[in-house]
């Protein structure tokens, strides 16, 4: 196993993706205003969905920090008290989905979204998650089945990618 430093996915992290697309949601938003939802609904429904996404995240750190591994793009996947070591999370929200954190984005997203009432910040969330899911989750999945083998590739088997 290679616990270079270099040795990560080498992706555009998502939040940098949705973060991205907010922005330009925001400006458009902005010059064109186009309200979806009646006032007190956007504010029940998105704060209702960020509160998840929030839940969701705090699990899905919990568990990397009982695996010891390291959560981010920019490190590679392995324990940090334990140099050398690896970690590949299954548990907790991992047994239903391979990336809840992508999904716990997506939620925060999407439910901000609603919160300011932005069909242009909707639509973009759709080409944030279409990007994430053709350009980065490939290439994460390449990195983690290098990186972890037959144990990653029987978890891919039994795992859905999102839901």
């Known amino acids: 196993m290679n616990n270079h430093p270099k040795d990560t996915p080498g992706v555009i992290p998502p939040p940098l993706i949705y973060g991205c697309a907010l922005l330009i949601g925001l400006g458009l938003d902005w010059l064109w205003p186009y309200p979806v939802l009646p006032a007190p609904a956007q504010y029940w429904v998105g704060g209702i969905v960020i ?7 705090a699990v899905v750190l919990r568990e990397f920090f009982r695996a010891k591994t390291t959560f981010g793009f920019h490190y590679p996947s392995r324990m940090r008290w334990k140099p050398g070591g690896s ?16 999904v716990s984005l997506f939620m925060l997203y999407f439910g901000f979204g609603i919160v300011v009432d932005s069909v242009w910040i909707l639509a973009l969330g759709v080409v944030a998650v279409l990007i994430t899911h053709y350009a980065v989750i490939p290439r994460e999945e390449v990195y983690l089945e290098r990186k972890f083998g037959d144990e990653y590739r029987a978890y891919v088997a039994e795992v859905r990618r999102w839901l």
Do not use: D, E, Q, V
């Open 51 to 57: 509160t998840l996404s929030g839940a969701l995240i």
């Open 87 to 102: 970690a590949l999370i299954t548990s907790g929200p991992f047994r239903f989905s391979r990336n809840p954190a992508n």
